[in-house]
């Protein structure tokens, strides 16, 4: 055994050359990851909301293992818990990884900037310190020596710009008197060859095994020359009774070579507490290449005393910790991420913070999975078009296509507002080309898709040329459709809605119209499909007393059948025919005041995520003015069938209309002809001006109402 150990079972260390000296501790620094911030904002916005509460957090540091540069404490991702509420620790994760080291912190993370600012200080510092110094009292430190490392940060996180401040503090309690030094080797002058290579054994084995790894202090027992053993610090009696020699130990993340790192503080007091010690001598360790070094490893003896009033419980000491900033002044640090991120996933976060923020207090409920996973099919791209496809990105919508057959003309851009003038050069590009690519331009997230077709229509005429183009026409529009789930009816003509409403009807999907007049307007939803159809997500729907079962449903069939909402074309007595021939030029265009087209696309939008909120979706009943939705669940309020509105008025009105067994388009007759017979009824309903007429019955009906005579009496 070398002369350096004294006969009391600690190192008396001989002076140095220049006598004793006071013991500088190297301060710990923090290296806050990326994902960290990232994962922090993620739970500010779906979990925390307006809390101020403070989280839980895991730090992790490690020995040093590059001579050159010391390792500091890092937050990851993981030191974040996924659920605050549960309370799980991160650090059971981590548990048996070597290069992680978890210990314990806080983290107080402001709403604003001036509240960060405003923050007392002082009052959380102090908190932080109480804690360790009644760890260490309490003996909860020899079950978990990592509290010794507890540690805080302050923070406060501009989503609106990435930009994140913070400020670390690792609370150290401050001996007074301080300790000093009587001597400092690096280990390999302090032991023999063979007592060295028995503490790097005993070392390597308590690094590998995962009880032992994460834990960052521990006592180094030699036994003899060739057995050392490294214990827990609840093993200090035993040490003592074994015999031998016993050092203290700590990983150490500091490389300097002539002081050790922060953590020593508060384990020197600790043993002065707890053990009482007058001297000491503590083991540095330090790594290299991934196992013990004895070049970097320092041995250090020390001399301590028992600063006056720390056998009092009740007197919390002095601590110092606060971290300095990258000036190297107190204060804190500012990291601005928006740099780092990529274009479109910073793109995607700015898009959904505002709605994120509506479930922080005015709209808990809104459910933002719904919508960013409902595919929207826009009939129609032009003035409705471009403002309903830009509200629904607004709300979250992430899927959208757009169906149109025409180009951008000059005139289009000032009204409809995903053009520009570039897009009508060259005879204009395609509508749907144009504004799906515009929608990616304005919001990267956005899966657009541009389909260019027409729409077959009643009254516009089949000829055996075009037979082929108009079949093919039909099963594209009846593709689409079965392939999305809310279809918007925005197109210029009566009849182009004709079809889309159809085919509505018989996949029961959430169909959506807008139309204009000069100064009118009209948003309506349309009823559900014929019959009711119970599928997989019917037993999910709700009733006022909770869950509707299975039969519930089938038993209400009939009432809802009776009951259906309208569709656009129920309340006509004729057949949409070609409305295009033989108009002057204001009549083929769709002349409206400019402000008309954003508040219909507006109200029609708003309509749809009303509908995606209800319980019952599309079989939702209609709401009308005046309506209590207190007691019921409808967390964006009422839940209309139409909206006609009068510019002109400044006017608004709710009307509810059930559906009509006339019906031209959603009929039960005329949606089980087409069932029947498919592209056949359509080719024939668009050939033959009457055939809807007669079928349903509305030729008759108004044959009747000619020969029908009213005596007025006087």
């Known amino acids: 055994m070398a002369s350096f150990f004294g006969n009391e079972g600690f190192a008396v260390g001989g002076s140095s050359s220049s006598g004793h000296s006071i013991l500088q501790f190297s301060p710990l620094q923090s290296t806050v990851d990326e994902g960290f911030w990232r994962k922090l904002a993620d739970l500010k916005l779906e979990v925390l909301g307006i809390s101020e509460n403070p989280l839980e957090v895991t730090g992790f540091y490690a020995p040093m293992f590059h001579e050159q540069v010391s390792n500091h404490l890092k937050l990851l991702s993981e030191s974040l818990q996924p659920d605050p509420g549960r309370g799980t620790s991160v650090s059971i994760k981590f548990s048996g990884n070597r290069n992680l080291c978890p210990v314990p912190g806080i983290l107080?993370?402001?709403?604003?900037?001036?509240?960060?600012?405003?923050?007392?200080?002082?009052?959380?510092?102090?908190?932080?310190?109480?804690?360790?110094?009644?760890?260490?009292?309490?003996?909860?430190?020899?079950?978990?020596?990592?509290?010794?490392?507890?540690?805080?940060?302050?923070?406060?996180?501009d989503l609106k710009k990435w930009n994140f401040y913070y400020w670390f503090a690792f609370p150290a309690l401050v001996l007074e008197p301080p300790a000093m030094l009587t001597d400092l080797r690096r280990a390999s002058e302090v032991f023999s060859i063979e007592e060295g290579t028995a503490l790097l054994a005993a070392c390597n084995e308590w690094r590998q095994s995962t009880s032992t790894a994460g834990v960052p202090f521990f006592l180094v027992h030699i036994i003899s020359n060739v057995v050392v053993r490294l214990r827990p610090l609840r093993d200090w009696e035993a040490c003592q009774q074994e015999g031998g020699k016993v050092l203290l130990g700590f990983y150490d993340p500091c490389h300097l070579p002539a002081n050790p790192g922060w953590p020593l503080r508060n384990f020197l007091a600790f043993a002065v507490v707890r053990w009482g010690l007058e001297r000491a001598t503590v083991l540095c360790y330090r790594e290299k290449g991934g196992f013990g070094d004895l070049q970097q490893c320092l041995v250090v003896d020390i001399l301590v005393s028992t600063p006056p009033g720390w056998s009092n419980h009740e007197l919390v000491p002095k601590a110092v910790g606060w971290e300095l900033n990258s000036h190297g002044k107190l204060g804190p640090r500012l990291i601005n991420l928006a740099t780092e991120m990529d274009p479109k996933r910073l793109a995607i976060s700015a898009a959904d913070l505002n709605l994120k923020l509506m479930r922080w207090r005015a709209l808990p409920s809104l459910d933002l999975k719904c919508l960013s996973s409902t595919k929207c099919l826009l009939l129609g791209a032009g003035t409705l078009g471009c403002q309903v496809a830009r509200n629904l990105m607004a709300w979250g919508v992430r899927h959208i296509t757009l169906v149109d057959r025409g180009h951008v003309a000059m005139s289009n851009p000032l009204r409809q507002s995903l053009y520009t003038h570039d897009d009508c050069l060259n005879g204009g590009k395609l509508k749907v080309n144009a504004a799906a690519e515009n929608l990616k331009c304005i919001f990267p997230g956005v899966e657009a898709e541009g389909v260019s077709m027409t729409i077959p229509m009643p009254g516009h005429f089949v000829t055996a040329d075009e037979l082929s183009?108009?079949?093919?026409?039909?099963?594209?529009?009846?593709?689409?459709?079965?392939?999305?789930?809310?279809?918007?009816?925005?197109?210029?003509?009566?009849?182009?809605?004709?079809?889309?409403?159809?085919?509505?009807?018989?996949?029961?999907?959430?169909?959506?119209?807008?139309?204009?007049?000069?100064?009118?307007?009209?948003?309506?939803?349309?009823?559900?499909?014929?019959?009711?159809?119970?599928?997989?997500?019917?037993?999910?729907?709700?009733?006022?007393?909770?869950?509707?079962?299975?039969?519930?449903?089938?038993?209400?069939?009939?009432?809802?059948?009776?009951?259906?909402?309208?569709?656009?074309?129920?309340?006509?007595?004729?057949?949409?025919?070609?409305?295009?021939?033989?108009?002057?030029?204001?009549?083929?265009?769709?002349?409206?005041?400019?402000?008309?087209?954003?508040?219909?696309?507006?109200?029609?939008?708003?309509?749809?995520?009303?509908?995606?909120?209800?319980?019952?979706?599309?079989?939702?009943?209609?709401?009308?003015?005046?309506?209590?939705?207190?007691?019921?669940?409808?967390?964006?309020?009422?839940?209309?069938?139409?909206?006609?509105?009068?510019?002109?008025?400044?006017?608004?009105?709710?009307?509810?209309?059930?559906?009509?067994?006339?019906?031209?388009?959603?009929?039960?007759?005329?949606?089980?002809?087409?069932?029947?017979?498919?592209?056949?009824?359509?080719?024939?309903?668009?050939?033959?001006?009457?055939?809807?007429?007669?079928?349903?019955?509305?030729?008759?009906?108004?044959?009747?109402?000619?020969?029908?005579?009213?005596?007025?009496?006087?």
């Not at 509240?115 to 959380?124: E, I, M, W, Y």
């Not at 050939?687 to 109402?705: F, K, S, V």
């Open 469 to 714: 183009n108009i079949m093919k026409d039909c099963m594209q529009l009846k593709d689409l459709i079965d392939s999305h789930d809310v279809i918007f009816l925005l197109t210029d003509t009566r009849e182009s809605r004709w079809l889309p409403t159809l085919l509505c009807a018989d996949a029961n999907k959430v169909a959506i119209t807008a139309a204009l007049g000069f100064d009118t307007f009209l948003v309506m939803r349309h009823g559900a499909g014929v019959g009711l159809s119970i599928d997989t997500d019917a037993p999910k729907m709700l009733g006022q007393d909770g869950p509707l079962e299975f039969e519930d449903l089938a038993a209400s069939a009939s009432e809802r059948r009776e009951k259906r909402l309208g569709c656009y074309f129920c309340s006509d007595v004729v057949a949409p025919v070609d409305s295009t021939r033989n108009l002057t030029l204001d009549q083929q265009c769709t002349v409206t005041r400019p402000g008309l087209a954003p508040i219909a696309a507006a109200l029609a939008v708003e309509l749809t995520v009303s509908i995606l909120h209800h319980p019952l979706r599309i079989n939702a009943p209609a709401d009308e003015a005046g309506f209590d939705d207190s007691s019921v669940e409808q967390p964006l309020g009422i839940l209309p069938h139409q909206i006609r509105g009068d510019i002109a008025h400044f006017s608004q009105m709710l009307i509810k209309g059930y559906a009509s067994k006339r019906c031209i388009a959603c009929a039960e007759t005329i949606v089980s002809e087409y069932r029947t017979r498919g592209i056949d009824f359509v080719l024939e309903a668009i050939n033959q001006p009457t055939y809807l007429e007669d079928l349903t019955g509305l030729t008759e009906l108004m044959n009747l109402a000619k020969h029908f005579n009213l005596d007025w009496e006087d």
């Open 108 to 157: 107080y993370n402001m709403n604003t900037l001036d509240t960060f600012k405003a923050l007392d200080r002082r009052a959380l510092f102090n908190l932080e310190v109480q804690k360790i110094w009644e760890d260490i009292h309490s003996g909860k430190v020899e079950e978990d020596s990592s509290l010794l490392c507890r540690f805080f940060l302050i923070s406060y996180a």
